[in-house]
């Protein structure tokens, strides 16, 4: 398999595990189920996005099998799912990220 295709082929991580067992199981097919795939993974990168901005970070789809993260001096770094996302979070912003950070919590009030 060349390195374009393996880069479409996707294992299933846990976050797009509801829509692909409710077709197919435990047997991972590609492209399968996509329309309500790629329609929840939008909809919790706009999730993520209300936190991330708070850290002056974006994060967007790639292809339906991963995501770039960006920060405002123009790094990006592809990542794999949203369990990897975190960590390169940190290391972009040189920051720990704290989800019970009274500025974040106010941030998500607004």
């Given at each position: 398999?060349?390195?374009?295709?393996?880069?479409?082929?996707?294992?299933?991580?846990?976050?797009?595990?509801?829509?692909?067992?409710?077709?197919?199981?435990?047997?991972?097919?590609?492209?399968?189920?996509?329309?309500?795939?790629?329609?929840?993974?939008?909809?919790?990168?706009?999730?993520?996005?209300?936190?991330?901005?708070?850290?002056?970070?974006?994060?967007?789809?790639?292809?339906g099998s991963?995501?770039?993260?960006?920060?405002?001096?123009?790094?990006?770094?592809?990542?794999?799912?949203?369990?990897?996302?975190?960590?390169?979070?940190?290391?972009?912003?040189?920051?720990?990220?704290?989800?019970?950070?009274?500025?974040?919590?106010?941030?998500?009030?607004?």
């Amino acid at each position: 398999m060349c390195i374009l295709c393996g880069e479409l082929v996707i294992n299933v991580h846990w976050t797009d595990q509801k829509n692909h067992d409710r077709e197919y199981g435990n047997i991972v097919v590609a492209g399968e189920s996509q329309r309500d795939r790629v329609r929840d993974r939008l909809r919790r990168v706009s999730f993520v996005n209300r936190i991330l901005s708070f850290y002056g970070l974006d994060l967007r789809d790639w292809g339906g099998s991963k995501y770039i993260l960006s920060d405002k001096k123009g790094s990006s770094k592809v990542v794999n799912d949203l369990g990897d996302m975190w960590q390169e979070a940190q290391k972009l912003t040189d920051n720990r990220l704290d989800p019970l950070d009274p500025g974040l919590l106010s941030h998500l009030r607004v």
